[in-house]
């Protein structure tokens, strides 16, 4: 059966205007006014509402192994949480550990993403380097749409991922068309740090920031993008935090280098006096890294946000309960990485971007969505509302007040980093796949009805990549 949004404004990211959407099939079939849809068709009405296209959140980590102990959302209930706030797809992250064959992770993950309720897809961490590795990356851009490959520079130990590492993959990400990321942070600092933290005494949650400050940020950033302009290959930075990172990209976006940063809406809204706090469970439900910085970094983001030096938001969503953050009662280092937001993100970009001017409409849809369909190729099949298109879509309510709480969000976990903020807009119903699956405050999913969405290797800009790089780059002898 079809579905008809009647009356709502339609908001893209290039322009927004007043028409019925026909959905049928899962795909948007007709725009327009007085459209010939069969009588039978169910009716929603949009009135005085905006129709936009679901949230892409590009940056989640469901149910993910990790520091000892596993995420406690899991791909079914993340999902449901991201339906529940408008975000209609995800992009996780595969992390195989060191050694593991890249192909053998990316499976388990695909068996544990098969309970999603929503569409998803994956970025592939390269947390090592050998020639398996190299083959297995040829294997997933050109047989599994996977066109974007993960490197921490951070976590020593565990899956930091060495310069060797970071200049083979990267040079093997140009050869494939695919997007090389990093999670920017010097990770031998943060180790040295981490040392010199615990020898001084300082244990607790307050020297989480400490061991992480914004140089160690900038460095990586700053050699992530040196590393992809020596090679010539595009680059996205996740979770951008402070000015030190922001200048490095706005440097190299200036040069005329490809560079893209994603921004979290923790990281616009909340800042490094979370750890402070004397409740030393609130204060732990806050580690996560790169951490909450100084207030003024908050002020960097949202500038570089409007003005384009990032284009994407985020939430790194990868919740830990606080029995789990628990396990570094008496060792901040020990306490596992990660804070939540798939359901909030739209609710605190709308409020804190478009109420206070400093978004429109029509860039809140841009970097809530368009352009993370764009630079990780899913466009126009996501990220927009136009027939063809997925039909994934958001009936938004700029009037809804909402409270943000752990005692009412859909998200497995017991905390909430907006707790008690009550913003203005939020979703109406949720569209996934044409269905109804968020109406009236209720959820009405079907487990496993999500489908993994292929991202093939990008043509367009790769071409224009290689035919700079052999124009422009020097070479060998001449260099
Ligand atoms: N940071 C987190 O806080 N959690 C998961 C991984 C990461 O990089
Ligand atoms: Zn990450
Ligand atoms: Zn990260
Ligand atoms: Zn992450």
């Known amino acids: 059966m079809g579905l008809l949004i009647k009356g709502g404004k339609i908001v893209n990211a290039d322009a927004s205007v007043i028409a ?20 039978d068709a169910e009716v929603v009405d949009a009135a005085g509402k905006l129709v936009m296209p679901g949230g892409i959140d590009p940056h989640t980590h469901m149910q993910l192994p990790f520091m000892g102990t596993v995420a406690s959302e899991d791909f079914y209930t993340g999902t449901a949480a991201a339906l529940a706030g408008g975000t209609t797809m995800i992009i996780d992250f595969v992390i195989p550990d060191p050694q593991q064959p890249l192909m053998e992770a990316y499976e388990t993950w695909m068996g544990w993403a098969s309970r ?19 083959e297995d990356m040829g294997k997933l851009v050109n047989e599994h749409g996977v066109n974007s490959f993960k490197h921490f520079m951070a976590y020593k130990n565990a899956i930091m991922a060495e310069d060797e590492t970071l200049v083979n993959s ?15 942070e010097n990770g031998e600092l943060v180790y040295h740090l981490q040392k010199k933290l615990l020898a001084a005494g300082l ?77 030393w469970g609130a ?15 908050q002020a960097v983001l949202w500038s ?66 368009t352009n993370a369909a764009k630079i990780f190729n899913i466009y126009p099949r996501k990220g927009c509302v136009a027939v063809g298109s ?38 109406d119903t949720t569209i996934s796949q044409g269905k109804v699956v968020y109406a009236n405050g209720e959820l009405n999913v079907v487990e496993g009805a999500g489908n993994y969405v292929q991202r093939p290797a990008f043509p367009t800009i790769f071409d224009a990549v290689q035919k700079y790089n052999e124009l422009h780059q020097p070479k060998g002898v001449e260099r």
């Open 116 to 134: 999603s309720v929503a569409d998803y897809s994956f970025h592939v961490a390269v947390t090592w380097w050998d020639d398996s590795v190299y």
């Open 283 to 297: 204060a732990a439900a806050h580690v996560m890294s790169p951490p909450f910085r100084p207030k003024k970094h």
């Open 203 to 279: 244990t607790g949650p307050e020297a989480h920031p400490l061991s992480r400050p914004t140089e160690v940020e900038g460095e990586a950033a700053n050699r992530a993008i040196r590393i992809a302009q020596s090679l010539g290959v595009p680059l996205y930075l996740v979770h951008v935090s402070c000015q030190e990172a922001v200048d490095e990209i706005a440097r190299a976006r200036h040069e005329g280098q490809r560079v893209y940063g994603e921004v979290l809406a923790g990281h616009l809204e909340l800042d490094d006096s979370v750890y402070r706090n004397e409740d």
């Open 304 to 369: 570089a946000l409007q003005g384009g030096t990032l284009q994407t938001t985020a939430t790194d969503h990868c919740c830990f309960c606080a029995e789990q953050k628990a396990a570094g009662k008496d060792d901040f280092t020990k306490i596992p990485n990660g804070t939540a937001g798939v359901e909030d993100r739209l609710m605190i970009l709308w409020d804190s971007g478009v109420n206070q001017g400093r978004l429109t409409e029509n860039e809140f849809v841009s970097v809530a969505s």
């Open 390 to 427: 997925d039909a994934d879509l958001v009936i938004w309510d700029a009037n809804k007040e909402h409270l943000i709480s752990a005692k009412t969000h859909h998200q497995n976990i017991d905390f909430n980093i907006f707790e008690g903020r009550t913003v203005k807009g939020a979703p």
């Open 170 to 184: 990267f040079n093997r990400c140009l050869e494939l068309g695919a997007m090389p990321t990093v999670h920017a």
């Open 20 to 39: 019925d959407v026909y959905c049928e099939d899962g795909v948007i079939k007709q725009i327009g006014t007085d459209l010939d849809v069969p009588s």
